[in-house]
C-alpha cells in the first residue's frame, strides 16, 4: 500500500506469506453389527437408515469436540463473566459486546461468530436483545443451533463445548480444518455370526494465523504457543443457585 502520486505511478509490492501446514491427526471408526432385520433397512435407505445416520452423528460429534478444543486452546481469554443472581442474562450480553469490541480492536472482519454452552443459552435467551433479535438483529434464527444474529455476530449454542469454556467468539478465517470419510464398507464378522459395517473418518485442524496479528518465527513459521487475536473466549463463574 502507498500513496498514488503523479507522475509516480504504482510499485507492486510482494505478499507477505509464512508457511501453515495442516496435520491430519485424527482417525475415528465406527464398526456396528448387523443382524438380517437392519441389514434390510440399510439396503432400502443407503445412507439414510438409522443405524448410519447414527454412526455420522457420533463421527460428526467427535469431530466437533475435537475442532472445539483446538480452537479454545488458542484463543484469547478475557475476563471471568460474574453472572450473578437476576442479572445473568445482562452480564452475558454485556460479555459478548466486550468480545465484539477485543474483535473490533483488532480489525476482525464480519461474518464473526459467538458459540455458547447450552447453560449460557439458557439465560442469554433472557435478554431482550436476545428474545427479540427481529428488532436488534435477525429474528427467525433459531434453527440448526443458531439463537440468534446480532451485533455482528451468529450467536450459536453446543453441547460440545470445551470444559472450563462457556463463551467463545471469532470469525472463521482463523481456523480451518479438513475431512475425510473412506466410506461405508460391509463385510462378514470373524468373531459372531453377524455382518458388519463400518466407516472410518480422518481429519485434523489448526488455528490459521497471520502476519498483522500473529508473532513471525525466522523459519518463516508462526509461534503457535501465543493465543490468536481472531478468537476470544470466556469462562462464566455462576451463582451456586443458578
Not at 78 to 83: D, S
Not at 131 to 137: K, L
Not at 147 to 169: E, H, N, W
Amino acid at each position: 500500500m502507498g500513496d498514488y502520486k503523479l507522475p509516480d505511478g504504482m510499485t507492486a509490492q510482494r505478499p507477505e506469506t509464512v508457511d501453515q501446514k495442516l496435520p491430519i491427526t485424527e482417525a475415528k471408526y465406527l464398526q456396528v453389527l448387523v443382524e438380517d432385520a437392519e441389514r434390510v433397512q440399510l439396503t432400502a435407505k443407503g445412507l439414510d437408515s438409522p443405524i448410519n445416520q447414527q454412526m455420522i452423528r457420533s463421527l460428526a460429534r467427535e469431530a466437533d469436540t475435537f475442532m472445539g478444543d483446538i480452537i479454545a486452546k488458542s484463543a484469547t481469554a478475557l475476563p471471568t463473566v460474574k453472572a450473578t443472581p437476576g442479572a445473568a442474562p445482562q452480564a452475558l450480553y454485556g460479555a459478548i459486546l466486550d468480545m465484539m469490541l477485543a474483535l473490533d480492536d483488532n480489525d476482525i472482519p464480519a461474518g464473526r461468530y459467538v458459540v455458547v454452552s447450552p447453560r449460557v443459552k439458557r439465560y442469554l435467551v433472557e435478554h431482550p436483545a436476545v428474545a427479540n433479535a427481529a428488532a436488534y438483529g435477525e429474528g427467525g434464527v433459531t434453527a440448526n443451533g443458531v439463537v440468534a444474529k446480532l451485533a455482528g455476530f451468529t450467536i450459536l449454542s453446543t453441547t460440545a463445548m470445551p470444559k472450563g469454556v462457556d463463551i467463545v467468539a471469532g470469525h472463521s478465517e482463523f481456523a480451518t480444518y479438513a475431512s475425510q470419510f473412506s466410506g461405508f464398507r460391509e463385510g462378514q464378522s470373524e468373531k459372531y455370526r453377524a455382518d458388519y459395517i463400518d466407516t472410518l473418518h480422518l481429519y485434523g485442524g489448526k488455528i490459521v494465523r497471520f502476519p498483522q496479528l500473529d508473532t513471525k518465527l525466522p523459519d518463516n513459521t508462526f509461534d503457535e504457543s501465543k493465543p490468536s487475536k481472531g478468537i476470544v473466549k470466556a469462562t462464566v463463574e455462576w451463582p451456586k443457585a443458578a
